[in-house]
């Protein structure tokens, strides 16, 4: 008896609820994404199969804006690099009305995460066109996409995964030897403090005002790949996301540095600190919800992600993810890791879509463990959290 009155009360707060929105639709209805966005074939634009390039990413950006001017907005961001080449951003905001709770995702600012420009593509697309992206994730967020944050960096090293390897410092230092062979890494962009010199590039991750230089007593060579840079924000790109960081401000909730792991089967999730093994003040926030997004974004062979604060492998100073938590305030901010080769073979569309897959399944794990930690658009019947 009991049971049946629960759910005759059930039904009934759900006939009265739904009665309420169609007799009184929310003020920004009618400028809200569910009222805006069209439904689309999952299968059409979903997959990238090849590593996506500067140009390339131009044009799925121009596609993505045409069709959904009202929801998706490019920016190009301001200085340019030294190649003459912008950054760009895609903002994807589903209500014209309001700002929501932002989230912020940054890639490729390593030469060789070739495949973070794929991830972060793909994932906007979801966003805009699967309905089981929409909701949750994208009716409740303004997202801020960076696909390419070092796109001087991608398209150096991309243009010489045909030749063949040598040692980075031998490379950079034999003139000869740069005609026919690549270096063995690249982890910078490609900047020339003068035309005559062999060494060049800057590591654009070491590269951001806070506590610069931190972690080292003497600084790195320019042949280093760790090369912080004459000082801070001495990059194009750097300045340029500062820029842009700083004009988001407190609208970012949740801000996510989509990275690489280099080495076979040590994928991470690390937040601030890198730069020292002081605990945040979010500490137990950050690991909570890193280790909820490490078991909901299992990897395929049943491994967890690696949950930590970032410093505890090895101190970084200069990272854009310490600078957005200590000078921007940002209380959530996340350094995605997942495996990602080395020059990858450009014709096996496994490997670049098992990256993408992965950073995708981490970066909205994120997203639902912070509403989660927040209880954000959550209800509770009978002692029970439901989502919705």
């Known amino acids: 008896m009991l049971l049946q009155v629960k759910v005759y009360l059930i039904a009934t707060l759900y006939f009265f609820g739904a009665l309420y929105v169609i007799l009184f639709p929310p003020r920004n209805y009618v400028m809200s994404g569910a009222k805006m966005r069209k439904v689309r074939s999952a299968s059409k634009h979903i997959k990238f199969t090849n590593y996506i390039d500067y140009e390339m990413l131009l044009n799925i950006a121009k596609n993505l804006t045409r069709e959904d001017q009202e929801i998706a907005h490019v920016v190009h961001l301001s200085p340019r690099t030294i190649n003459n080449r912008s950054i760009l951003a895609l903002e994807l905001r589903s209500d014209k009305q309001s700002r929501k709770p932002g989230i912020l995702i940054i890639g490729a600012l390593n030469g060789m995460t070739w495949g973070a420009p794929n991830a972060i593509m793909e994932l906007s697309d979801k966003l805009l066109y699967n309905t089981n992206y929409q909701t949750p994730f994208f009716n409740d967020y303004d997202w801020y996409m960076v696909p390419l944050a070092n796109p001087d960096g991608h398209y150096f090293t991309q243009n010489l995964h045909s030749r063949k390897p040598l040692d980075v410092e031998i490379w950079c230092r034999n003139t000869t030897a740069q005609i026919d062979t690549r270096p063995s890494v690249w982890y910078k962009n490609v900047d020339k403090e003068n035309h005559n010199e062999t060494c060049f590039g800057t590591n654009i991750n070491r ?167 927040t209880k954000q658009n959550t209800l509770t019947f009978f002692g029970r959290d439901v989502e919705f």
């Open 207 to 373: 590269n951001f005002a806070y506590h610069w230089q931190d972690d080292v007593h003497k600084t790195p060579t320019r042949c280093s790949q760790y090369y912080p840079g004459k000082k801070p924000f001495s990059t194009a790109e750097a300045q340029a996301l500062r820029s842009y960081i700083h004009e988001l401000g407190d609208s970012i909730q949740l801000a996510i540095h989509l990275h690489a792991s280099f080495v076979l089967k040590k994928e991470f999730i690390l937040y601030p600190w890198r730069y020292s093994l002081r605990q945040p003040s979010s500490y137990n926030t950050l690991q909570a919800i890193g280790e909820y997004a490490a078991r909901k974004s299992r990897l395929p062979d049943g491994r967890l992600y690696e949950v930590h604060q970032g410093s505890n492998d090895a101190r970084v100073a200069g990272t854009i993810s310490d600078y957005i938590s200590g000078v921007v305030g940002t209380e959530l901010v996340y350094v995605v890791k997942p495996y990602h080769e080395q020059f990858p073979n450009y014709t096996d569309k496994a490997t670049l879509e098992t990256y993408v897959t992965k950073s995708i399944s981490t970066i909205l794990s994120l997203v639902r463990g912070w509403r989660k930690s």
